[in-house]
């Protein structure tokens, strides 16, 4: 039953009008909440943007307008470190968060508690989005949601009743992925030229948004030059300076 949810994700990106109650998405939050989370820290917020103007303003400051139009429920998913110097404060002790293993363990923390729940959320009927283009104007969404310094936001989730489905996206072959005892490179030519037939394929005959293209091609494209080095500088204006 899990294992057929999972491998029946595809994200959604256009949604039916219903807004998600607050008794929904705290129920979402408190299972998601049971994700392990690294020495316990619990390292996460989550703006829950019902705001229509703020909303919107997420949609354009992420570059992803069309998802947060139809979402029943915008969501922004923020590594916290706050929360813990204010524990610190408790016991008159000022905490270091200044570290680059806190912006892993953060990060870490964040997804673990996201997959969870977008897990529960598919698991009651609902499609969700990652908004990763949050990372796109990471200072201005901070300011719009009031982000504290030690708080960064890593990305937007939409959610709401699914109003399109999407097919699921062939994987990885699990031989490019999974290696026994060492690792081993000198297989991927083969299993990457494989993959690139199948995504050609599945992009070629899926219902909609139908192009020629592959797998390497595209991430040759995408990782050709840096992604979002503004980055760096502005984890350095919430408190880490990668020391
Ligand atoms: C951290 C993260 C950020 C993402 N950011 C975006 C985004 O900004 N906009 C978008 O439309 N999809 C975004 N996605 C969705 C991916 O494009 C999608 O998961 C991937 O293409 C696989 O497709 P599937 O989810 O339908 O299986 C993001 C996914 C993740 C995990």
Redesign the pocket.
């Known amino acids: 039953m899990v294992e057929k949810l999972l491998r029946s994700?595809?994200?959604v990106?256009k949604y039916k009008d219903y807004t998600l109650t607050k008794e929904e998405v705290s129920a979402l939050v408190e299972t998601a909440q049971h994700a392990a989370s690294s020495h316990f820290v619990q390292a996460y917020s989550v703006i829950w943007v019902t705001d229509i103007a703020k909303k919107e303003e997420l949609g354009k400051l992420?570059q992803?307008p069309k998802?947060f139009e139809t979402a029943g429920a915008a969501l922004l998913l923020c590594a916290d470190f706050h929360r813990l110097q204010v524990a610190g404060k408790l016991h008159h002790t000022e905490i270091e968060i200044d570290t680059t293993e806190n912006v892993l363990v953060g990060a870490v923390d964040v997804a673990l508690f996201a997959q969870n729940l977008v897990i529960a959320a598919e698991a009651k009927g609902f499609g969700i989005?990652?908004?990763?283009?949050v990372r796109n104007a990471p200072a201005e969404i901070s300011q719009l949601v009031d982000l504290p310094e030690g708080v960064f936001p890593l990305?937007g989730i939409t959610l709401g009743v699914p109003d399109q489905q999407?097919e699921?996206?062939p994987r990885l072959p699990v031989a490019a992925v999974l290696h026994e005892n060492s690792y081993d490179s000198a297989k991927y030519e083969s299993l990457l030229t494989e993959y690139d037939r199948t995504m050609e394929e599945y992009y070629a005959s899926r219902g909609s948004n139908q192009k020629v293209a592959n797998w390497t091609q595209q991430m040759a494209e995408f990782l050709e030059s840096p992604r979002r080095p503004h980055i760096r500088e502005f984890l350095a204006s919430k408190g880490f300076h990668m020391k």
């Open positions: 994700h595809a994200s990106r992420s992803n998802q989005c990652f908004i990763g283009g990305f999407n699921v996206k």
